[in-house]
């Protein structure tokens, strides 16, 4: 190692070399481009003949056609004039007198336009079903042995992989039990509609088990149309439709675990932006024991400094930090009509179900000589649960096609579709992992930073439709809305922490084990552009779907008869439709459906058996938690402002449903520590178990190869990791335990 006076002259003398080197190339440069920049002898141009012959000429072109043109035109023959017929063509009968041809008689004859076409065919509108299945499995069960595991004999049946499968079981179940299931793929609209109604009609925040949260807002977004009010007698003014009051919940002010609030807070965002940092690059100033000198020859060189600096280590051990996201954003404006008249029923059904739950219930010695609850560390951030919904309604005035038809003709643009048009869009994103990891080491007086976990999977999906508006729809059987939001996270983040010795708390009083700081976030929000508005069904619409029903009966094809137009036509003397020459009319024999069903669920498996010893003055950190499960959803159905009118009536029903079910108490020693009993599963509102059909597929991975405790490789003896330094299992080399 040079001292810093040695070190300054050799830096001198190299960049003296460097700069002799650099002249001497000056010179054989100098004189290589002032050859370049010398100008060229140009010489002869170069001339270039082309000569083209060929073996092959060309004659006259002959079609072999004879063309005989026709023989000219007679001349036109001339008009004689009046004056020089004859004064009497018939005889003088004495009755009449003679005509006279001196001036030739006129004729006045009216100028006739054809008339226009007042019924027109328009293009039929489409329908659009879309299936999407996203799935992420991922499994990553890391084991890391350098040294004995001690595992407490009391708490063999409360830890390792069979017991994180049975825990996450029953999780799952009871996320599947509180929340409000999307039905199964291929039920039709009317059977999900009647199996949506009585699931939210069973809805009740009282009636959940214990240690779980939930709350309930509901309201119904088809009010009646506004009665007109009077002024005067014979003199009625309209009343002007304004958004209807749907209580709290329902205008757009989020809610939060059940309180309303004035905006979601960006705490997933700020989560992800933090896990996503790339870590900055340290200056070579920043670095202990650098040291910068300024020399006019070499510049800026850096050297150590004559000083000892004391060195820092940092030894580490993470197991967590995980990321499971689901997102979805989708908007649709296929179909809509200020005036829809349904021969059935009409149901708009809206629903947002957000499920967490959350067992984080970690065992610790680090600051006793027992075992006791990492939740009791005061130091150690808790972990948060968020469900966030949101319900707005937007008004969309309608604007009728506006024609001035001279005359007071009417003008109709029809299209018949003899079936039913859908528009159903179906989503699932599921998102399993499995991240229990098992590590025993023995930490030595060096730097040491291990890092297992940091796993992400996510799903994205968009979606954006948009279709046709008509003046008018009459739809023949039902008219059937369904937007239903279903979303559920479930963490198991039952960690075993063991130490030896005992590791306490820095001398900051920042905890050297955090084993919690996970989030689980939900967040939906539901947009409904086009407020609609019932009313009692009309004498003239009546009467126009029951010709309709009747022409259908007996015609056959997508073309409507003229009866079917004159059928139509006879709308215009409605009070809704009123003032207007044109309209366009669809007409549906069958029903109209438009339905959007979204499920988003994440399953976390982040039971960690971590072991660790040895370590230097400053302690180990122990970091096992801070996951992040986050859904988020955003569904925005566009049309226009609309009246209702259905001859089975009208119903609406829009619900926000919030649960959650959040274990950080003191743990037991059984498995399910009370779920088992029915925590959870109060209502009974799923309509499938989506969510424990996911854990399935985990469950395999989790027990493939659990230990064997009477294996050769998993010998017992005392440990000193016991409850109260009780006696132990000792699992050596677990290599087969979470594979």
Not at 533 to 548: C, H, I, V, W
Not at 592 to 621: C, F, H, K, W, Y
Not at 634 to 663: N, P, R
Request: glycine letters at 10%.
């Amino acid at each position: 190692m040079l001292d810093r006076q040695t070190e300054i002259i050799a830096h001198f003398i190299g960049a003296f070399n460097q700069t002799t080197e650099k002249l001497a190339a000056r010179q054989d440069y100098d004189a290589f481009r002032a050859a370049r920049l010398s100008e060229p002898d140009a010489g002869d141009l170069l001339t270039v003949e082309i000569r083209v012959s060929s073996d092959y000429a060309l004659e006259g072109y002959g079609p072999g056609l004879n063309f005989d043109a026709p023989p000219p035109l007679p001349p036109e023959a001339p008009w004689l004039p009046v004056a020089q017929m004859p004064d009497r063509i018939l005889p003088d009968l004495g009755l009449l007198p003679p005509p006279s041809y001196k001036d030739a008689p006129g004729i006045d004859l009216p100028v006739m336009t054809p008339p226009p076409n007042f019924y027109l065919l328009l293009d039929p509108p489409g329908s659009v079903i879309t299936i999407t299945a996203q799935v992420n499995t991922l499994v990553d069960q890391d084991v890391l042995v350098n040294r004995p595991f001690e595992m407490p004999p009391e708490l063999l049946g409360s830890y390792g992989p069979e017991a994180s499968a049975a825990k996450l079981t029953l999780l799952a179940e009871a996320g599947d039990a509180l929340s409000v299931a999307t039905p199964e793929l291929g039920t039709s609209a009317a059977d999900h509609a009647g199996m949506l109604i009585d699931a939210m009609e069973e809805l009740d925040p009282q009636a959940v088990g214990d240690g779980v949260e939930a709350a309930l807002f509901r309201a119904s977004p088809i009010q009646p149309v506004p009665e007109p009010v009077s002024e005067d007698e014979g003199e009625t003014v309209e009343a002007v439709p304004a958004p209807p009051l749907l209580g709290p919940g329902f205008d757009g002010s989020p809610v939060i675990n059940g309180v309303l609030a004035e905006a979601i807070p960006e705490t997933l965002k700020e989560r992800l932006e933090s896990r996503n940092a790339e870590d900055e690059t340290e200056d070579g100033g920043d670095i202990p024991g650098i040291v910068e000198v300024e020399d006019e020859a070499a510049g800026t060189v850096s050297g150590q400094s004559a000083e000892p600096v004391p060195i820092e280590i940092t030894q580490s051990l993470e197991t967590g930090d995980n990321l499971a996201l689901n997102q979805y954003q989708a908007a649709h404006e296929w179909i809509d009509a200020p005036v829809i008249a349904v021969a059935g029923s009409a149901q708009s059904l809206s629903l947002i179900s957000q499920v967490n739950v959350m067992r984080d219930q970690d065992l610790t010695d680090v600051s006793a000589p027992g075992l006791i609850s990492a939740a009791a560390l005061p130091a150690d951030p808790a972990s948060q649960a968020v469900n966030a919904a949101s319900f707005t309604q937007e008004a969309n005035p309608a604007q009728f096609l506006d024609l001035d038809i001279p005359g007071g003709e009417k003008m109709v643009g029809l299209v018949r579709i003899e079936g039913d048009v859908t528009v159903d869009n179906h989503l699932t994103q599921v998102n399993a992992i499995s991240d229990g990891d098992l590590v025993s080491y023995e930490f030595g007086p060096y730097q040491t930073e291990i890092t297992m976990g940091g796993n992400a999977a996510v799903n994205l999906e968009t979606l954006l439709e948009y279709g046709m508006k008509f003046d008018v729809i009459l739809i023949g059987g039902d008219l059937i809305e369904i937007a239903q939001i279903e979303q559920i996270n479930v963490l198991l983040d039952d960690d075993l922490i063991l130490s030896d010795p005992p590791m306490g708390e820095t001398a900051g009083g920042s905890a050297l084990v955090q084993s919690h700081d996970n989030l689980l976030w939900n967040e939906a929000s539901l947009t409904k552009i086009g407020i609609d508005a019932q009313m009692e069904m009309s004498a003239r619409f009546q009467a126009t779907l029951d010709k309709l029903a009747d022409l259908a009966e007996g015609e056959r094809g997508a073309t409507p008869s003229g009866a079917a137009f004159d059928a139509v036509k006879e709308l215009f003397d409605d009070p809704l439709l009123a003032g207007l020459d044109a309209l366009r009319v669809l007409w549906i024999e069958g029903d109209l459906i438009v339905r959007d069903t979204l499920t988003q669920i994440n399953l976390l498996d982040d039971a960690d058996l971590v072991s660790v010893g040895g370590g230097g003055p400053e302690g180990i950190a122990v970091e096992t938690g801070d996951n992040i499960l986050g859904n988020v959803a955003g569904l925005t159905v566009a049309g226009v402002d609309s009246t209702i009118m259905a001859g089975e009536g009208v119903y609406s029903d829009a619900v926000i449903w919030q649960a959650g079910m959040l274990d950080e108490g003191p743990p037991g020693l059984g498995i399910g520590n009370g779920l088992e009993n029915g925590q959870g599963h109060g209502n009974g509102n799923g309509n499938g178990a989506l969510a424990s059909e996911a854990v399935v597929f985990l469950a395999d991975g989790m027990i493939e190869a659990r230990p064997n405790y009477d294996d050769e490789d998993f010998q017992t003896g005392p440990g000193s990791q016991g409850v109260a330094h009780g006696a132990g299992a000792s699992l050596d080399a677990l290599h087969g335990v979470l594979a």
